[in-house]
């Protein structure tokens, strides 16, 4: 659980927030509490080998998508999760089977018996490499496809000032 660790593994890269993100954030109330932390980025900044520097725009002049610190998401959308009764969250847990036909899911927890829970909705948001999505291409009819970026990235951390 991302709120009680000492020190949260994984991506730490913000994450781009478009209009499709902020309408799911306001479906569900949360909307607000989270773009107000956001930076509007309104192009991204690309620099070649050679030292070429261009900007490729994010939509139209007076559009942009945000930046939003991706580790206060998740901890903004857990603690709201919780407040439902009928959400169940499972942490240091693994996933090692899904059955669709009949909505089940068994999880592992390490030194412990698999325990097989029920479910009306999956949501996987494991990342790309995720264990949902591999469950899921055991069943048939299911397509999915896996592509590399031809470029890196590196990530720059700029703290704000005094204040600000």
Do not use: W
């Not at 991706?70 to 499972?90: F, I, M, W």
């Not at 059955?99 to 018996?113: A, P, V, Y």
């Amino acid at each position: 659980d991302i709120r009680v660790a000492s020190f949260a593994r994984g991506r730490s890269i913000n994450l781009a927030l478009s209009h499709r993100g902020r309408q799911a954030l306001r479906a569900v109330e949360m909307e607000e509490q989270i773009v107000s932390k956001g930076i509007p980025m309104r192009a991204r900044r690309i620099h070649t080998p050679s030292g070429k520097k261009y900007s490729i725009p994010y939509g139209k002049k007076n559009q942009y998508i945000l930046s939003v610190d991706r580790a206060n998401l998740n901890r903004e959308l857990l603690t709201a999760a919780e407040k439902y009764s009928n959400t169940k969250l499972y942490f240091g847990h693994k996933l090692v089977g899904c059955n669709t036909e009949l909505g089940t899911l068994t999880i592992k927890r390490s030194g412990q018996q698999p325990l097989e829970v029920t479910y009306d909705l999956i949501v996987g948001c494991d990342g790309a490499f995720s264990t949902v999505r591999k469950q899921f291409m055991r069943q048939t009819r299911f397509n999915y496809s896996h592509e590399y970026i031809p470029h890196g990235y590196m990530e720059l951390t700029i703290p704000p000032k005094d204040g600000d």
